[in-house]
């Protein structure tokens, strides 16, 4: 049945769906597969809308919600309908509900997750005319609020920088210091001085050497590390948001406020660690 008039859709009940937030590293370029590309940023998948409202234009993966189904089997399920992604892993993010995100629609309540992928995945998803990745400082114009999820999700990831599981999540279990230094880079979004951060990160104690060389290029071979394993590394637990409804004021404000509560320790940790090793923090 329709609703005829905005104010019966006002308030009508409201529909209820998943949308996911999918980051990847990829390369300083607006071709993701160039994976040669020696400084990275994030990049996430976008399909364009094939319905009203925001009939054409780029959104988040989503999908609606099934009896039969979970929270969770519903966002996989969108996500591999519509990006062919299946990540290891998905963590629900925040609950999504400003009665004027629908724009005069139905009211519209979107239960947001995401998920860190390695670059091969990203790699190997296949772009159309409906689905293709972006470069997180260069979105088109999004349907509904969210470009508001995805600066929501970019201010939690960067808020847990330090914690392992961020780079592992991005690189893999093994990586260079130039490819970590390059997630640094990607997910703070600035240059970090490269010698500086090889020095930190070395004497941080948190990395230890696998014994094994790469060669990165035309440089000499590079060492392979990993994380020290520690219980007190990984983000799984800080990372999930509660699952109340905000407005969109409401959301800014509880998400920083949140942030701040969660992840004190991490946030400062960060700034201690970033601050040095940015070329403007010198003077």
């Known amino acids: 049945m329709g609703f005829g008039n905005v104010s019966e859709r006002r308030n009508a009940p409201p529909q209820i769906g998943v949308s996911v937030v999918i980051l990847a590293l990829g390369p300083r370029s607006h071709d993701v597969r160039d994976t040669s590309a020696s400084h990275c940023q994030l990049w996430l998948p976008l399909v364009r809308r094939v319905r009203q409202p925001f009939l054409g234009c780029w959104a988040l993966p989503g999908g609606d919600l099934r009896a039969d189904r979970s929270l969770e089997q519903s966002a996989y399920m969108a996500l591999e309908s519509t990006t062919s992604l299946h990540p290891r892993y998905l963590e629900q993010l925040y609950t999504f509900g400003d009665p004027a995100r629908s724009h005069g629609g139905l009211p519209m309540v979107s239960i947001v997750y995401w998920a860190l992928v390695e670059q091969r995945e990203a790699v190997d998803a296949e772009d159309d005319d409906n689905v293709r990745w972006f ?13 508001d999820i995805i600066d929501y999700a970019l201010a939690r990831l960067r808020s847990k920088i330090e914690y392992s599981d961020v780079a592992t999540r991005l690189l893999g279990p093994t990586f260079t210091l130039r490819q970590l230094h390059g997630v640094y880079e990607a997910i703070a979004g600035q240059s970090l001085d490269l ?4 020095r930190k990160m070395l004497a ?62 991490a946030t400062t940790h960060a700034d201690d660690a970033l601050s040095p090793l940015i070329p403007a923090a010198h003077g």
């Open 195 to 198: 010698a500086n951060f090889r």
């Open 135 to 147: 470069p997180e400082d260069d979105l088109p114009p999004l349907a509904f609020d969210h470009r």
């Open 204 to 265: 941080s104690g948190d990395l230890e050497d696998t014994g094994r060389k790469v060669r990165e290029g035309r440089q000499r071979p590079a060492a392979v590390y990993r994380y020290v394993p520690s219980d007190t590394l990984g983000i799984a637990s800080p990372w999930q948001g509660n699952a109340s409804t905000y407005s969109r004021q409401d959301m800014i404000e509880s998400a920083d406020s949140q942030i701040d509560h969660e992840a004190e320790h």
